[in-house]
Nanobody, 123 residues
Framework: QVQLVESGGGLVQPGGSLRLSCAAS????????MGWYRRAPGKQRDLVAH???????NVADSMKGRFTISREYGKNTVYLQLNSLKPEDTAVYYC?????????????????WGQGTQVTVSS
């Protein structure tokens, strides 16, 4: 089975930084796009950033200049560097990945999601 495991969330003061990590595991043939969404309390889920297999990145306009997405291909891991954090960045951050993997003996291409990691920005 394919799993995405996130880490790096926590409590940080306004203006602080965090680095989120998300590692994919399983019998993986290839990973296309990896990225992050977030869901703030009482709000819809919003795209934060994504990165393609070729390294092209896209960051939501409201987070450009503060958030950076990167990827370590050999480790099937995606990172999200959060800088200059604001209270409104408080949310559960979820990673996702478009993965081709061996599942129950069959090659399957699907989107997989992590369990989410809480980021709280507060003084």
């Amino acid at each position: 089975q394919v799993q995405l495991v996130e880490s790096g969330g926590g409590l940080v003061q306004p203006g602080g930084s965090l680095r989120l990590s998300c590692a994919a595991s399983g019998t993986i043939f290839s990973i296309n796009t990896m990225g992050w969404y977030r869901r703030a309390p009482g709000k819809q889920r919003d795209l934060v950033a994504h990165i393609t297999s070729g390294g092209s990145t896209n960051v939501a306009d409201s987070m450009k200049g503060r958030f950076t997405i990167s990827r370590e291909y050999g480790k099937n891991t995606v990172y999200l560097q959060l800088n200059s954090l604001k209270p409104e960045d408080t949310a559960v951050y979820y990673c996702y990945a478009d993965i081709s993997a061996l599942v129950a003996g069959t090659k399957v291409k699907a989107d997989y999601w992590g369990q989410g990691t809480q980021v709280t920005v507060s003084s």
